[in-house]
């Protein structure tokens, strides 16, 4: 059975940092992209980072590159997103998805995780 399970959010003032975490169980996650994904209320889902599997390629969205740096770590099964110098903005339900290869569309992604929740607020 496949399954990806986040966790690491919580509330953090602006500026402040937070790892979350993306744990794969029923298959090896290094064959696959995982991408992380946030939606607010009311907002669509929009992507924020990726990694590719075959050559670790990472990809980053424009409102959040040189803040959020993704990584994987294959011992662990694990796909990392270090958030730093958060904002309020970032304040969304932060979910992370599959995929044979980095997009930015949500579509091509599947076996989404339960999601946690990233608040930031003074």
């Known amino acids: 059975q496949v399954q990806l399970v986040e966790s690491g959010g919580g509330l953090v003032q602006p500026g402040g940092s937070l790892r979350l975490s993306c744990a794969a169980s029923g298959f090896t996650l290094d064959y696959y992209a995982i991408g992380w994904f946030r939606q607010a209320p009311g907002k669509e889902r929009e992507g924020v980072s990726c990694i590719n599997s075959h050559d670790n390629t990472t990809y980053h969205a424009d409102s959040v590159k040189g803040r959020f740096t993704i990584s994987r770590d294959n011992a662990e099964n694990t796909v990392y997103l270090q958030m730093n110098s958060l904002e309020p903005e970032d304040t969304a339900v932060y979910y992370c998805?599959?995929?044979?290869?980095?997009?930015?569309?949500?579509?091509?992604?599947?076996?989404w995780g339960q999601g946690t929740q990233v608040t930031v607020s003074s």
């Open positions: 998805g599959l995929s044979a290869l980095c997009s930015s569309d949500y579509a091509t992604f599947g076996s």
